[in-house]
């Protein structure tokens, strides 16, 4: 007995002292609780919409990171016409509802209107519409337009949509690759004012919609980092850019390209390892598509290309008697896409990592951009969790742990590509 308390007892004090080897290996920069800090920075900074000062500021905190991991730094600018948006309202009398501007706003039309509010479910017959700020609801990142147009061409003075998802609150709604702005204003409002807004509808009220804010021409930048000399590069990019906060949208992204970018400078692989963080993702990825127009390596000099989009590691929410909480798992409904020439060091590095994984020829997120331009060899993550898009989407869409175990599996994908 003696004998085997004393072998229990020497066992369990090598088992701490082999993990406290282990844990003193690990870099500080990919611990659950560095990459959470970095997630809760980004968010502090404000609402991320490209070319704004919040997003600057993004653009020049992550310059600042990489060039003291010694990577050389450069910006790549692109100009846009930018709405900051101040304030929105759907006023029905004494009470007023927030709304959000679809995107692209016009500057060419008043952005208050008073007309009645009529609900496009009561009615199929354009001439319904004519005149009338009309009620309708979408839902999702795509198809809206076959839903607006008939009301556009109706005669519609204005458009409320009750964004409907889970989560009560407004989802803003990425634009199509048009730059075109609405002919008529269009805003988009939670589901919980639906009750609101519907009780209007019945009393045939009069509605006053005010979209306020400012028109600017701007400068809008990704900002980009090379370090190393080998023949082929290594591209690790993600999108830095979202309508609000963007905790669980971004967040986790830019913490594992950020945490991943301070691997690679000590890891001194043979390649030239390329670090691009893209504005313009809400405006139809448009710093990705400037990237692969100017300074992209070319597909036949490019080894891997690993994009961060969203959501790529936040957590699960279950519905509780109280309504909706996160839990401490992970939201498993991430997508997980990789080339088919990848496939033997993606199911080694991601066993233990749930998601929607698939083999594919056409990505997800900003890597979509990448695949038509023929780059062979790719991993990417993007999903739309609980919050995407929501103004409440905060660092709590994600945790620690979360963070370490995702940024871990891409470190040793990477590693295990790179010395194929």
Not at 273 to 284: C, V
């Amino acid at each position: 007995m003696t004998f085997s308390v004393n072998f229990i007892t020497l066992s369990s004090l090598m088992s701490l002292v082999t993990l406290s080897q282990l844990t003193a290996q690990t870099p500080d920069y990919l611990t659950g609780k560095r990459l959470y800090s970095t997630v809760e920075k980004f968010v502090s900074l404000g609402e991320h919409r490209t070319g704004t000062e919040t997003d600057r500021n993004t653009s020049a905190w992550l310059g600042n990171e990489l060039r003291q991991a010694g990577y050389a730094v450069k910006y790549l600018e692109f100009p846009v016409k930018q709405f900051f948006f101040d304030k929105g309202t759907l006023s029905t009398g004494a009470k007023a509802i927030n709304v959000f501007p679809l995107w692209y706003v016009n500057d060419k039309i008043p952005l208050q209107v008073d007309a009645p509010i009529f609900d496009s479910r009561t009615s199929s017959q354009p001439s319904d519409f004519s005149g009338k700020i009309v009620l309708t609801r979408l839902s999702g990142q795509i198809g809206h337009n076959a839903i607006l147009k008939p009301l556009i061409d109706g005669g519609a003075k204005a458009i409320v949509a009750i964004t409907e998802n889970p989560s009560g609150e407004i989802v803003a709604i990425n634009t199509s690759y048009s730059t075109e702005p609405w002919p008529i204003p269009i805003v988009l409002v939670a589901p919980k004012d639906s009750a609101s807004i519907l009780a209007a509808v019945t009393a045939h009220k009069t509605a006053s919609l005010a979209i306020k804010g400012t028109f600017r021409d701007v400068i809008a930048r990704n900002i980009y980092g090379e370090i190393g000399n080998g023949p082929k590069t290594i591209v690790v990019s993600t999108p830095i850019s979202g309508w609000f906060t963007c905790g669980g949208e971004r967040g986790p992204g830019i913490a594992a390209w950020l945490a991943l970018a301070k691997w690679a400078s000590e890891a001194k692989l043979p390649y030239t390892f390329l670090f691009t963080a893209n504005s313009g993702h809400e405006l139809a990825n448009l710093g990705a598509r400037q990237l692969l127009e100017t300074i992209a390596p070319k597909p036949a000099d490019t080894q891997l290309w690993v994009h961060l989009g969203a959501g790529i590691a936040t957590r699960k929410w279950a519905k509780t008697e109280a309504g909706y909480a996160p839990t401490n798992q992970v939201d498993a409904n991430r997508q997980i896409v990789y080339s088919p020439t990848v496939k033997g060091s993606f199911e080694q590095s991601f066993q233990a990592i749930h998601g929607r994984k698939a083999v594919t020829d056409k990505g997800v997120g900003e890597l979509i951009e990448v695949v038509k331009k023929g780059y062979p060899n790719f991993l990417a993550i993007a999903g739309a969790h609980f919050l995407f898009h929501a103004p409440m989407d905060d660092a709590k869409a994600t945790s620690p742990e979360l963070l370490e175990k995702i940024t871990l599996a891409l470190k040793q994908f990477i590693e295990q590509e790179a010395r194929r």
